[in-house]
């Protein structure tokens, strides 16, 4: 069974930085792209950045182009979210992803860790 868990969210203040981590355990996902999604109160959730099973390729939406990070480990079943230069907006429930490469959906989702952002 396949099981993504989420860490690092928290509180922070605006122009701060924030680490968030996704491990990743059932199966062996160096063939598997990975995902970060996020969902702010009272709005669809939405795209943030992507990262492919060699982590050769990634996209970002563009709102957080230029702030945040997206990054594999070594064995390629942990992923990390750098965040920097954060903002209110960012105030999100931040959801890690994992299957075949995409900007929209994924097959495995893990539970989510919140994220805020204070003026």
């Known amino acids: 069974q396949v099981q993504l868990v989420e860490s690092g969210g928290g509180l922070v203040q605006a122009g701060g930085s924030l680490r968030l981590s996704c491990a990743a355990s059932?199966?062996?996902?160096?063939?598997?792209?990975m995902g970060w999604f996020r969902q702010a109160p009272g709005k669809e959730r939405e795209f943030v950045a992507a990262?492919?099973?060699?982590?050769?390729?990634?996209d970002y939406a563009d709102s957080v182009k230029g702030r945040f990070t997206i990054s594999r480990g070594n064995a390629k079943n942990t992923m990390y979210l750098q965040m920097n230069s954060l903002k209110p907006e960012d105030t999100a429930v931040y959801y890690c992803?994992?299957?075949?490469?995409?900007?929209?959906?994924?097959?495995?989702w893990g539970q989510g860790t919140q994220v805020t952002v204070s003026s």
């Open positions: 992803t994992a299957g075949s490469y995409s900007l929209t959906s994924y097959d495995y």
């Open positions: 059932g199966r062996t996902f160096i063939n598997y792209a």
């Open positions: 990262i492919s099973g060699s982590g050769g390729r990634t």
